[in-house]
């Protein structure tokens, strides 16, 4: 079946420093899957930071991006300088067709003042 | 503004009891989920449903229930808990667009002693 492996448990940051999660992902279904990276942030439900439908294009927001990656089957997240806000726990998706989305098992990002 | 709500927040339930979570939705989606979250593992599918009076089994339906009497509402029952179960909970709705996203609810955390 379709998953999703991404950097696991805590990665700590300093605050202003450059950040990536790893995120790679095995599709079974033809054709290539939506990609998508939620976050929650503390007492919060998942929000999503940003998605890509097309193979080869990029997505942002907020200051982080991730490129989809058809080639490499990954869909990293970087950020360029993090701040304490963006404390939270990350999770990369996938959704490969029809109704449903496969979560990777999420990375907790502690940043550092 | 558009939202998922769950109750409750925080549960707590005997073993062999019956829990109820509850999720409701302003966003007119027809289509909700409900995801149990563990410390590493990624979001795992329990039920799902396409539309008031429909529930389908998602990869982890084992041990749940799932009512979906109205658009807005969609529950997940727990006819008799075990210590297993202990969780957060999540419920989300989406669109039926392939390329749709979903929006979550704050999430419910379950204790069954």
């Known amino acids: 079946g379709d998953s999703v492996t991404q950097t696991e448990g805590q990665v700590t940051v300093s605050e202003s420093k450059s950040l990536i999660i790893n995120c790679t992902y095995s599709a079974t279904s033809i054709g290539y899957p939506n990609l998508f990276w939620y976050v929650r942030y503390p007492g919060e439900g998942l929000q999503l930071l940003l998605k890509v439908i097309t193979a080869g294009q990029k997505g942002s927001s907020r200051g982080f991006e991730a490129t989809y990656n058809k080639e490499a089957t990954s869909f990293h997240l970087q950020k360029a300088s993090v701040q304490e806000s963006d404390s939270a726990v990350y999770y990369c998706?996938?959704?490969?067709?029809?109704?449903?989305?496969?979560f990777g098992s999420g990375t907790r990002l502690l940043v550092s003042p | 503004e558009a939202a998922v709500t769950q109750s409750p927040r925080n549960k707590v339930a005997v073993t062999g009891g019956k829990v109820t979570l509850s999720c409701n939705q302003t966003?007119?989606?027809?289509?909700m989920y409900w995801y149990r979250q563990d410390t590493g593992h990624g979001l795992r599918l329990i039920h799902y449903?396409?539309?008031?009076?429909?529930?389908e089994k998602g990869d982890i339906p084992d041990g749940y229930k799932a009512s979906r009497p109205s658009q807005e509402n969609f529950s997940l029952i727990l006819e008799l808990a075990t210590p297993s179960q202990t969780s957060v909970y999540f419920c989300?709705?989406?669109?039926?667009?392939?390329?749709?996203?979903?929006?979550f609810g704050s999430g419910t955390r379950l204790l069954v002693i």
């Open positions: 989300a709705s989406g669109d039926v667009g392939a390329n749709s996203d979903y929006t």
């Open positions: 998706a996938l959704r490969a067709g029809g109704y449903k989305v496969v």
């Open positions: 449903s396409y539309g008031a009076g429909s529930t």
């Open positions: 966003n007119n989606h027809n289509n």
